[in-house]
């Protein structure tokens, strides 16, 4: 058996499907991890809740008990809203990290001196929260808010809601808030905005769309905080802009989905996730299955 194997995963379009599906080839990944490596240690980061992250963990248990008479289960780090919330192999939070009223007021005058065609939602652990236009005799123009607002998360297992302003501000006043995504209705602004931004506020990102995301911790911290700051040995899955960082920092990086400048960070652009375990493992196929479960039986007991 190898030392060690040392793997981070995005979630959303990397290890699930849009409708929290595992995707073909991830139970078997995992499988090989446990039968290649002595003390595999493996990391979901996500932009989403850590509540998803333990849910698809679940069903890769479930699919390695199924299929590969694994038991024993394994256990993952999770970094959930962005590397802002981190957890250990237990489940125990080791950071838990929010945004600031200095902060929050800062970047809430950057974006209003840009632009008043902006919305700032504040992410919480429940949910996404933003401050409704002043008027709502256009219907239509608040359709149109909640429907770019679906933009920000797509697979987001929380709601997204209009808020009162004094509700609004007391959450962030609470150090409720984990990040904050700018909605912008003008992409030219938009770009403005981020420009203003960028370099000085930690955990910035931004998407093809209409969306800035300003976190109080990011990805590749989050990676740091668990595996150090020398990544030579550490392995990067994911398919998003925000994964660009760690893949570039990882020693080995793999790119999912059609984003041409994430699918240039990585080492490897691939297909699909069973194109995986091809590469790291040499595995085309899952024939030869049952000896191997047996192999691992043994090796549990």
Not at 83 to 93: L, S
Not at 179 to 190: F, H, I, T
Not at 192 to 208: A, H, M, P, Q, R
């Amino acid at each position: 058996m190898k030392n060690s194997g040392k793997f981070v995963f995005d979630l959303d379009g990397t290890l699930i499907d849009n409708r929290g599906r595992l995707f073909d080839g991830v139970a078997e990944f995992f499988y090989y991890a446990i039968i290649t490596y002595k003390e595999p240690k493996f990391m979901i980061c996500t932009g989403n809740s850590v509540e998803k992250a333990r849910q698809t963990i679940v069903k890769i248990n479930k699919e390695l008990a199924k299929n590969y008479h694994y038991k024993s289960g394994i256990k993952f780090y999770i970094s959930a809203f962005s590397g802002t919330v981190i957890y250990d192999e237990n489940g125990n939070i080791i950071k838990n990290n929010t945004i600031n009223n200095d902060r929050f007021l800062q970047i809430e005058t950057t974006v209003k001196d840009i632009t008043n065609n902006s919305y700032i939602f504040l992410c919480c652990k429940d949910g996404i929260y933003y401050l409704p236009p002043k008027t709502f005799s256009k219907q239509n123009l608040q359709a149109q808010i909640l429907k770019l607002a679906q933009k920000i998360n797509p697979s987001c297992d929380y709601n997204i809601e209009p808020i009162k302003s004094e509700e609004y501000y007391k959450l962030v006043n609470l150090g409720k808030v984990h990040s904050l995504k700018v909605l912008s209705l003008d992409k030219q602004k938009k770009k403005e905005i981020f420009k203003t931004l960028n370099g000085g506020f930690y955990g910035l990102s931004v998407n093809d769309g209409f969306v800035i995301e300003v976190s109080a911790g990011s990805k590749l911290s989050a990676i740091n905080s668990i595996f150090g700051y020398d990544l030579c040995d550490v392995v990067y899955m994911g398919n998003d802009f925000n994964d660009i960082e760690p893949m570039q920092a990882c020693g080995k990086s793999f790119a999912f989905g059609n984003n041409e400048e994430v699918k240039k960070s990585a080492t490897y652009a691939l297909n699909q996730f069973a194109e995986v375990n091809e590469i790291i493992f040499n595995k085309q196929s899952t024939k030869g299955r049952n000896k191997q479960n047996k192999k691992l039986c043994d090796a549990e007991k």
